[in-house]
C-alpha cells in the first residue's frame, strides 16, 4: 500500500479556517442588540494574522514534508496550542474594538467554534503518553487565562454576565454540587446493595431491572412534574413533613428524580459485574476453604469492582446535567441561569450556565476515570470498559 | 398474559389522557383547588403528535448521518479519523442533552428548528458511537470468509458486516430516540411546542394539573416509543442470532 498523507490534520486545518472566513464575533452595544459580526481576518490585525498563517504552513509542512513521526506530532501540538491562543487573542481584540454604548460586550458568533475545535483535533492526533497532555494543557491555558484575568477580558460577554451576578453565580454552583452529589451518593447506597440483591434471587432482580429501567426512559421534566403532585400533597397532610422542608417544589422532588435517575446505571452496572465474575474463580475460591462472606468479599466483589465504578460515572456525568434541569421545578442550581437566559433570550447568559455545566461534567468523568485506573486491581481485564 | 399487562396498561392510560372528556373529570379529582384543568392552548394529542414529528425526524436524521459517519470511518480511506471520531464522540457524550440544546439555541434562534438542529446533534452520538462498536467488533474469520468467497468491498459491507452490525446499531438508533423525546420536553422552553409546553406552562402559571397531564404524556410516550423500539431490535436480530 503506498503511504498516505497525514488527512486529520488537513481536516484540523479546514476547521480553523472557518474561524477566519466565517464571522467569529458580534461587537454588541449592549445584550440585546444584534451587533456588527466581524470575521477571525477583521479580528486578527497583522500581528495574529501573520501567527495564523504561519501556523497554516507550520500544519501543511508537517503533513507534506516531514517524513519524522515524532518531531511531527510535536509540530501538531504545538499548532494546536496556538489555535488555542489565538482563539483567546482574538476575543481580546474584539474587546479592544468596542466603541461604546450601555454594557459593550463581545459575543462569540459560530466561526468562534472552528478555533478551538481545530486545537482539539490537532492535540487529540498528536497525544502520546498521559504526562504530555497535562503539560499541553498547562501550556494551554495559562497565557489565554493570564490574558482573560488581567482585565482585558472583561468585554467578555459570558464574563459581563458574570460580574454582573458573581455572588449569586457561586452560590448556585454549590447549590448543583451538592445536589448532583447527594443524588449520586444515596442512588449508590441504594443501587449497589440493590444491585446485589438483585444478582442473588432472580425474583427480586427482574423486577427492579424492570423499574430503573422505566425511570431512565421517562423524561427528566416530566420526572420532576410528576413527583410535585404527590410530594404537595404529603406536605400538606403531614405538618412534620413540611417542617422538615419537603415540599411539592424545590430540593426533595428535585433530589428524588435526580436519585431514581442514578440508579439505573449503577444497579445494572453492578448486577453485570457480578454476572461476569467467571465460574472459574469462585470455583477456586470455594476450593481454597473460603467461606460465602470470604468468597463475596476477596473474589466476587474485586471482580464486579471496575463494573460498578462504570456506572457510578456513568450516573455522575447524567446527574450534572439532569440537575439543571431540576432548576424549573425552584431546586436553584446552574439551570436557574440557562433557563434565565432562555427566557430573558439573552444568550450571553445561557452560556454562562452552560460552560461550568460542561466544564463540571468534563471534570467529573474525568476523576472517576482516575480513580478506576487507581482502585481496581492491575490484574483485571478492563476490556470493554473505558477508563 | 403477563405480556399483556403492559400494552393494556399504555392504552388505558392513553385513552384517559388523549380523550378530554374523560381527562377533564379526572383531573378535577385530583386537583380540587387548580381552577382550569385541560391545558386550554391545544389540545394533548396535537401537541403528542407535535413532540412525535420533532423526536422522530431528529432521530431519523441523526441515524442516517451516524450510520454513514460510522461506516466512513471504518472503511480503509476514512480510518486515519477513527481514533479522533472515538475521542470527540466518547467526549460529547458527558456533554448533558439539555446544555447542548441551550447552547444551540444562542446560533439557531428560538422556535422548532433550533430544537430539531440541536436533537440531531446530540443524537448522531449514539448511534455513531454504536456503529462503531459493531462494525469493530465483528469476528475477523467472519470477514474473511466473506472475502475468501470472493465478496466484492460492498458485498461484505452489505451482507456481512451491516447485518451483523445491525442489533448493536439498532440499540444506538432506539438510545437516540428516547433522549430526543425528553429533550424535546425541554425544547418547550426554547418554543418548539410538544407535550412540554403545559409543563412549562403549568409551572409558570403554578398549575399542578397542567403540569401533571404534559408530565403524564410524556412519560407514556416515551415509555411506549422505547417498548415499540425494543420489540423492533428483536425482529431485526439474524434468527441465528436471536437470544431464546
Known amino acids: 500500500m503506498r503511504e498516505r498523507f497525514d488527512v486529520v490534520p488537513l481536516a484540523a486545518l479546514f476547521l480553523g479556517a472557518a474561524s477566519f472566513l466565517m464571522p467569529f464575533a458580534a461587537l454588541k452595544e449592549n445584550r440585546v442588540v444584534d451587533g456588527l459580526l466581524l470575521n477571525g481576518f477583521q479580528l486578527a490585525g497583522p500581528l495574529y494574522g501573520t501567527v495564523a498563517v504561519l501556523t497554516a504552513f507550520g500544519v501543511l509542512t508537517g503533513v507534506f514534508l516531514m517524513k519524522n513521526g515524532s518531531r511531527r506530532r510535536l509540530l501538531y501540538a504545538a499548532a494546536g496550542v496556538v489555535c488555542f491562543w489565538l482563539t483567546a487573542a482574538l476575543l481580546v481584540r474584539a474587546g479592544m474594538m468596542l466603541t461604546g454604548g450601555a454594557a459593550p460586550r463581545v459575543s462569540p458568533a459560530i466561526g468562534f467554534w472552528g478555533l478551538p475545535a481545530a486545537s482539539y483535533v490537532l492535540i487529540d492526533h498528536s497525544k502520546k503518553g498521559r504526562w504530555r497532555m497535562w503539560i499541553l494543557l498547562v501550556v494551554m491555558l495559562l497565557p489565554a487565562a493570564l490574558l482573560l484575568a488581567g482585565g482585558r477580558g472583561e468585554a467578555i460577554s459570558v464574563f459581563r454576565e458574570w460580574s454582573a451576578r458573581k455572588g449569586r453565580f457561586f452560590d448556585e454552583l454549590i447549590v448543583h454540587i451538592r445536589l448532583f452529589g447527594m443524588a449520586v451518593i444515596s442512588a449508590a447506597v441504594l443501587g449497589i446493595p440493590l444491585g446485589i440483591l438483585a444478582s442473588r434471587d432472580k425474583r427480586i432482580g427482574e423486577p427492579v431491572t424492570a423499574f430503573v429501567d422505566a425511570v431512565q426512559t421517562i423524561p427528566s421534566m416530566a420526572l420532576f412534574g410528576l413527583l410535585m403532585a404527590p410530594l404537595a400533597a404529603l406536605s400538606r397532610t403531614f405538618p412534620l413533613l413540611r417542617a422538615m422542608g419537603i415540599r411539592g417544589i424545590g430540593a426533595a422532588p428535585a433530589l428524588i428524580a435526580l436519585t431514581l435517575y442514578a440508579l439505573l446505571p449503577i444497579v445494572r452496572n453492578t448486577v453485570a459485574g457480578l454476572a461476569s465474575v467467571p465460574l472459574s474463580a469462585i470455583d477456586a475460591g470455594l476450593g481454597l476453604g473460603m467461606s460465602q462472606r470470604q468468597l463475596f468479599y476477596r473474589v466476587e466483589w474485586p471482580m464486579a469492582l471496575p463494573h460498578v465504578l462504570t456506572g457510578l460515572r456513568t450516573a455522575s456525568v447524567q446527574a450534572v446535567g439532569n440537575t439543571a434541569v431540576a432548576a424549573l421545578i425552584g431546586a436553584g442550581g446552574l439551570g436557574i441561569m440557562i433557563f434565565q437566559g432562555l427566557g430573558q433570550a439573552a444568550p450571553d447568559l445561557i452560556l454562562l450556565g452552560v460552560i461550568p455545566l460542561i466544564l463540571i461534567a468534563v471534570a467529573v468523568d474525568r476523576s472517576w476515570g482516575f480513580m478506576i485506573r487507581r482502585w481496581v486491581s492491575p490484574g483485571l481485564d478492563m476490556k470493554g470498559l473505558s477508563a | ?244
Do not use: C
Not at chain 2, 383547588?33 to 436524521?61: C, D, K, N, Q, Y
Open chain 2, 1 to 244: 398474559m403477563k405480556r399483556l399487562i403492559g400494552p393494556v396498561l399504555g392504552l388505558a392510560s392513553m385513552a384517559v389522557l388523549f380523550i378530554p372528556g374523560i381527562l377533564d373529570p379526572v383531573l378535577r379529582f385530583l386537583f380540587p383547588g387548580a381552577g382550569e384543568w385541560v391545558f386550554p392552548r391545544a389540545s394533548l394529542l396535537s401537541l403528542a403528535a407535535m413532540h412525535l414529528l420533532i423526536s422522530l425526524t431528529a432521530g431519523a436524521t441523526a441515524a442516517v448521518i451516524g450510520i454513514t459517519l460510522g461506516i466512513a470511518a471504518t472503511r480503509p480511506a476514512g480510518r486515519a479519523f477513527l481514533p479522533l471520531i472515538r475521542d470527540a464522540s466518547s467526549l460529547a457524550q458527558t456533554l448533558p442533552p439539555a446544555a447542548v440544546l441551550a447552547l444551540a439555541i444562542p446560533f439557531l434562534g428560538f422556535g422548532f428548528e433550533p430544537v430539531l438542529l440541536a436533537l440531531v446533534l446530540y443524537s448522531v452520538l449514539p448511534v455513531l458511537n454504536n456503529t462503531l462498536t459493531g462494525l469493530e467488533t465483528l469476528p475477523e474469520p467472519v470477514l474473511e470468509a466473506a472475502r475468501g468467497m470472493g465478496m466484492s468491498r460492498l458485498q461484505v459491507l452489505m451482507r456481512v458486516e451491516l447485518p451483523l452490525a445491525l442489533p448493536v446499531i439498532g440499540t444506538g438508533i432506539r438510545t437516540s430516540v428516547v433522549i430526543n423525546v425528553g429533550t424535546a420536553t425541554i425544547g418547550a422552553l426554547a418554543g418548539a411546542g410538544g407535550l412540554g409546553s403545559p409543563i412549562v406552562a403549568g409551572l409558570i402559571r403554578d398549575n399542578p394539573a397542567w403540569v401533571f397531564q404534559g408530565a403524564m404524556a410524556s412519560a407514556l410516550l416515551a415509555l411506549m416509543l422505547n417498548a415499540l423500539l425494543k420489540a423492533a431490535e428483536k425482529r431485526l436480530q439474524p434468527a441465528n442470532m436471536r437470544e431464546v
